[in-house]
């Protein structure tokens, strides 16, 4: 694996609210994630884990600190700057899958190919992730777990270099929630993007090769993980 640092973060701050209502939800966070790494990100709710990635996806500003996305400072970029990073770097897995009910799944898996200046070809994409046979049905025709995997798909098929996940099992049962993140596996291995998935689910951090635990908006734990399991031999 390439150990060079791609998001880099120092002394992250975001808050909420003005005067006595004024709630600080990242405290001055700083870490480097490596490329290619896929990252786990922890907390209870509150702890400012979508601020963190809100922050990171470019959706919303920082207060104060620098986020380093490869050779981008995202903290420096005007609105219409970030629009293009988050076309030409980002993807995001949502935990509802926000797919378009009236196209079938390649045409929801084709509406992002055309954001993206080098995509990943389609049937090859659909074959990864096990959809060919499913290619020309609907959303309310195939499972959660399908749904999910076409909305990685969708996110996968810009070729991002930087992929963010919040919460992407959450909607799904054990079995599925496992088959979806064998999948993630897979995507980091095959096609090497770098990976955040955010999860209240504490047994998904031996997958990954960097995990990160925030509390009250400050990490608590960033540390690697030397015994990186496969996501098939997981269990809660």
């Known amino acids: 694996m390439n150990r060079e640092a791609f998001l880099r973060i120092d002394n992250l701050k975001k808050g909420y609210g003005e005067g006595e209502a004024h709630v600080e939800v990242l405290q001055g966070i700083s870490t480097a994630i490596n490329r290619g790494e896929v990252c786990v ?22 207060d104060s600190g620098t986020i380093w996305v490869g050779g981008t400072e995202l903290t420096k970029l005007s609105d219409r700057n970030l ?69 990685i798909g969708r996110a ?17 049962d054990y079995n599925t929630s496992k088959e979806i993140l064998a999948l993630m596996e897979q995507v980091n291995q095959e096609y090497g993007c770098t ?27 960033d540390s690697i993980n030397t015994d990186v399991r496969p996501a098939s031999s997981l269990e809660w």
């Open 41 to 62: 990100l922890l907390g209870p709710s509150g702890s400012g884990k979508s601020t963190f990635l809100n922050l990171v996806g470019g959706l919303e500003p920082a």
């Open 83 to 151: 629009v293009e990073y988050r076309r030409r770097e980002l993807g995001f897995v949502f935990q509802f899958y926000n797919l378009v009910g009236d196209l079938t799944v390649q045409e929801n898996i084709e509406v992002c190919e055309y954001l993206s200046e080098n995509p990943l070809p389609i049937g090859e994409l659909l074959r990864s992730l096990g959809l060919w046979e499913h290619r020309r049905k609907f959303p309310h025709q195939i499972s959660g777990g399908q749904q999910q995997r076409c909305a």
């Open 156 to 172: 996968l098929v810009k070729n991002p270099s930087l992929l963010l996940c919040d919460e992407p099992t959450g909607a799904l």
């Open 195 to 221: 990976i955040v998935i955010v999860t209240h689910n504490d047994a998904i951090r031996h997958m990954a090769h960097r995990i990160l635990r925030l509390r009250n908006g400050q990490f608590v734990e």
